[in-house]
Each structure stands twice: as C-alpha cells, then as structure tokens.
C-alpha cells in the first residue's frame, strides 16, 4: 500500500491510500465530518480509476490533475472545500487559446487565426488567474508551439501554484522540443486523434501525413519524460464502428499514459453540427471501456470527461471550474461554450469570472451545458457561427 499526503489545514488532514485494487481519499480532524460529502464523491469517482504512477512520494493520478502531493494539488482541494463550505467558486483549470494552428480540421474552435491579445496582457493575466487560485493552466488551441513567446509564458508561471500543459497537434513536437518543454517545466503535453488509420486523422486534419507527425510527436514527448495523454473526441461513428478500441489499442502501442476520451460538441464554426452528438447507447460503451482499462494492470489509463462532469462527480465544469481565454481577449466558460462574458483588456479577470459563476446556468451542479438541447436552443442555436462568441448581455 502507498499512502501520500494530500492536504494538511486548520483542522483537517487528506491522505490518499493506493493498493493494488483500489484509490480512496480519507481525512482525520474536526473538519472532517464537513468534507466527508466532498470524499465521498470523489472516492466513488476513484473506483475505476487506475493511477498513471504511485511510489511512497508521489502518487499521478492523472495528466488533468496535479501529482499528490504537490502545492497545486492541496490548492486544488482548497478550492473544493471552499466551494463546498463557502459556496465560492474559483478557477481551478484555465485554457488559453490563443495561438495559431498548423493544420486546418473540418471541427475547428479557433475565431481568428492570430491573437489580438499582447503579450503583456497574457503575462498579466496568467499572473491574475494563478491569484484566483488556478491550479491548472493549458496552452490550447491551436498550436502552442507557433507561439515565440511560449518558453516566456510558460517561465513567468509559478509551478508551485500551477501545472501546465501543452495541447498539441505534434508536426512542431520534435525531440528538441520536447526536451525544452521538459526542461521548463511543463507537466503534459495532450495531442489529439481523430482516427486510428493514418488516411481517415489526415483528412480530418486537412494535412496529409498528420498522423505519423502526432505519433512521433507523441513518442518525443515520452522520450523526454513528459506526463502524455492521447486526447479524442469521440463521435457516434468512432464508437460503432469499433475504431475507439483501436485508437486505445495505438495508445498502449506508443505507450502514452492516458487515453482522454471527451464527447464531441457541435460548437464555435460547428455549432449546427448536431449528428456529432452521443446518444446513451455511445456513452454506455465508453464507459466499458473506460472501466475494463483503469481496471487492466496493462496499458494506458483512460479519462472520460462525461464520468468527470457527471452530476454525481463534479458536474459541468463550465463556469464553475473551468475559464477560457480565446484570441479576441474573451473569457468564455470552457472551450466549447461559446459565451463571452468580458474582455481581459477592459476588466479584470475577478470582474469576470464573478459575473460567470453568477450566471443562473451554472449554478448547480448539472452535466455538460453543450450537450443540453434546450441549453443549446435558448442560449446558442439562434446566433449564426459567424457572430460566435455571444455576448453575454444578449442572453441575459
């Protein structure tokens, strides 16, 4: 049995227990009692989870989650018990789009191929969200890696706040890049799949030889030792006709930690795209999946944002955990909620973030807003793509 210290504060003390069959949270002190609600959903999360390491000094559950124990990691209870027994939110995972991309996707969330947002203005922000308690920060869409400033960013970041990762579609991911992410301190780097045979991940991504370039990217990233997740959006297509099998099948094969399978969402210049879409039967499969892995010794772990986001887990994490900076200066609730509830060039991001955690959707604990058919009609299906993101005061 490992046992790892995750928490220690006024009258509370978390530790997590790793044996061979099971992940349990547990906590003495007389705050206990107050925050065994908190553990107790999180241990039923736990129960088909498998961490990516645990030694007798650090326990990785996750590429999404910081290593226990670590500074980010007991921020990041903070934060839960202050929503619990205060009922304050906080940003706890930010991602920050504004890069351009080296491919061109048929499914693509970018508004505007280069970033109006200065340099200065991303080095103030990064310092305002790390105030707010952010315990996660992700340099996303399109790709990071464009960016000459990115080492810059990613060096003005206090690691014992925060970790961070790189979102990658891999064509820049080469050996001596890899070794500079490491080398600055970078947690994970998360390159998505489209498809596990090379023709079907290229076209998607409008670049021919895509494929092989994420892989190798991958397989560099690895070599470095870097935290690696293959990421997926999943579509009823990939889960009929088997291919999510094989994508994990390629995920052990190249030995990346974790899987991340995430329910595809028809937004941003996609938005009416609504045969991308889950039904029950979907998510049912994923979730057999999801359990046979983190529940196998042999290879990789696998996330599923819909067990993460469920109403019994965390819920939606939109507005409540999650904030998202895009090319414009906008903050919207998480990358697939086109709403934009104001600009970091005209207020602060405290302004901002309080006016989104006020908003009446996003005040209890629900499943995933985008995928809310009548979220989706009253709030999003009426503004065309081109006048995407939507401001806030025109649906309030």
Same mark, same amino acid.
């Given at each position: ?30 705050? !206990? ?218 995920? !052990? ?15 941003? !210049? ?53 904030? #998202? ?17 104001? #600009? ?46 939507? #401001? ?5």
């Amino acid at each position: 049995m490992v046992e790892v210290k995750a928490y220690r504060g006024r009258g509370l003390e978390i530790w997590l227990e790793v044996t061979e069959n099971r992940i349990e949270l547990k906590s003495s002190g007389w705050l !206990s009692k107050l925050v065994f609600p908190l553990l107790r959903r999180i241990n039923k999360m736990l129960r088909y989870e498998k961490p990516i390491r645990a030694t007798e000094k650090e326990v990785v559950l996750s590429t999404w989650l910081p290593p226990i124990p670590s500074e980010p990691f007991q921020r990041a209870i903070k934060a839960e018990i202050d929503m619990l027994l205060k009922k304050r939110p906080s940003p706890q995972v930010v991602s920050i789009n504004v890069a351009d991309c080296t491919l061109n996707c048929a499914e693509c969330n970018i508004v505007k191929p280069e970033s109006e947002v200065t340099a200065e203005e991303l080095l103030n922000f990064l310092a305002q969200i790390q105030d707010l308690g952010t315990v996660s920060i992700g340099f996303a869409e399109g790709d990071p890696l464009l960016r000459k400033d990115l080492f810059k960013l990613i060096d003005c970041i206090n690691k014992r706040k925060s970790i961070i990762s790189v979102f990658t579609p891999g064509p820049l991911l080469t050996d001596d890049v890899a070794a500079r992410l490491k080398k600055h301190g970078v947690y994970a780097v998360i390159t998505g799949i489209k498809s596990a045979v090379p023709e079907k991940h290229d076209a998607s991504r409008g670049f021919k030889g895509a494929f092989y370039k994420a892989v190798k990217g991958m397989q560099n990233a690895v070599d470095n030792g870097l935290l690696v997740s293959m990421h997926t959006h999943v579509t009823p297509s990939l889960v009929e006709s088997g291919e999510l099998f094989d994508i994990y099948q390629l995920a !052990s094969k190249i030995k990346v930690h974790e899987l991340t399978i995430w329910d595809s969402h028809p937004t941003w !210049s996609y938005k009416d795209r609504k045969d991308l879409l889950l039904e029950r039967r979907h998510r049912e499969n994923i979730i057999a999946l999801y359990k046979e892995a983190n529940t196998s010794k042999d290879g990789p772990r696998v996330f599923y944002n819909a067990v993460f986001e469920s109403p019994k887990s965390f819920g939606c994490m939109a507005g409540r955990r999650w904030l #998202n900076l895009i090319h414009s200066g906008d903050l919207t609730p998480c990358s697939y909620v086109p709403i934009s509830f104001g #600009n970091i060039k005209d207020e602060k991001v405290e302004t901002i973030w309080r006016r989104m955690y006020k908003f009446k959707e996003f005040r209890s604990k629900r499943p995933c807003v985008m995928l809310d058919k009548e979220f989706r009609s009253k709030y999003i299906d009426s503004f065309p793509a081109a006048d995407l993101p939507i #401001n806030h005061k025109d649906i309030i």
